[in-house]
């Protein structure tokens, strides 16, 4: 198997089941939903997509169960001109999420993966994949260790999306070029954003972390740094992060500069913002081109 591509993307599938609420409901409570979506998701997967839409080539590594979501999301990421061909399918069922979003644009998550296991270290064979770039999610983290050690033996610059604290983030983030978390991460790693940018530092030579309306601030060696967030009324935060990463990735393939690259990587989660559902508000080109370039 031989794959080029700009960006490679290893970790979480999942199918998303958008529900647009007035509001989220509490405890024993029934609610009517105002909207359903659905359409493919995941950190990595999501990645992959945006990398594609952004003008770049792709692919995505990891698992879709042969079912009835995973063939939708297989579908998905092939009419995406996402490269599939390191995708594996078998008989656990694809992650399914549900998402509840409210009208100003927060969302709450559901998660459901069943007997679905991380896949093993021998289960894809990368020894023909090129890639400028590789994005890891944690999800999959008995295939993304040695690749990520391959890498760094290639000198090929790698991405860490910490999205949560859990066992394959906690595993990868040291061994990553760059460290790219939420604030949500950061706050699980440290209590606060500032702490875990000093702490995360000392693991990782340029550390990110994303906070929202509130921007991101940087870390790189002793060079610390901020950058605000566009100005906009979110509609459906969803997968926003995913966006970031996919963009930031993009972005290093594409060879920029720091501060251009930390721009670039927030329009696009900016956009992502805009629209209902991770994978529908993954933004085009052009759309995205149009905001980036004003901002410069």
């Not at 042969?66 to 008989?91: A, M």
Request: proline share 5%.
């Amino acid at each position: 198997m031989t794959v080029n591509i700009d960006v490679l993307c290893v970790g979480h599938a999942s199918y998303d089941l958008i529900f647009s609420v007035s509001r989220h409901p509490g405890a024993d409570e029934k609610i009517v939903a105002d909207d359903l979506l659905s359409c493919g998701g995941g950190p990595a997967a999501n990645a992959a997509v945006c990398v594609a839409k952004l003008g770049l080539t792709s692919a995505f590594a990891g698992y879709l169960g042969h079912d009835l979501y995973g063939d939708r999301h297989f579908q998905e990421l092939n009419d995406s001109k996402v490269n599939t061909q390191l995708i594996v399918r078998g008989p656990s069922p694809t992650p399914l999420s549900t998402i509840l979003v409210s009208p100003d644009g927060k969302r709450c998550l559901i998660n459901y993966k069943g007997d679905t296991k991380a896949l093993p270290a021998d289960a894809l064979d990368f020894s023909g994949v090129s890639a400028k770039v590789m994005l890891f999610d944690g999800h999959e983290p008995f295939i993304s260790l040695p690749l990520a050690e391959q890498a760094r033996q290639a000198n090929i610059p790698t991405v860490l999306d910490g999205g949560s604290v859990h066992d394959g983030t906690l595993a990868l983030m040291n061994r990553v070029d760059y460290l790219v978390c939420s604030e949500k991460f950061a706050r699980q790693y440290a209590g606060d954003e500032r702490k875990a940018l000093s702490q995360l530092a000392e693991l990782a030579p340029a550390v990110v972390i994303t906070l929202g309306e509130k921007g991101l601030i940087w870390q790189r060696g002793h060079e610390q740094g901020v950058v605000p967030a566009y100005p906009v009324t979110p509609i459906d935060t969803t997968g926003a992060g995913d966006a970031f990463h996919g963009a930031f990735t993009a972005a290093l393939a594409l060879g920029m500069d720091w501060q251009s690259l930390l721009r670039y990587a927030s329009a696009a989660g900016t956009l992502c913002c805009m629209k209902m559902g991770a994978r529908l508000g993954l933004p085009s080109q052009k759309e995205h081109a149009r905001l980036f370039r004003q901002d410069l």
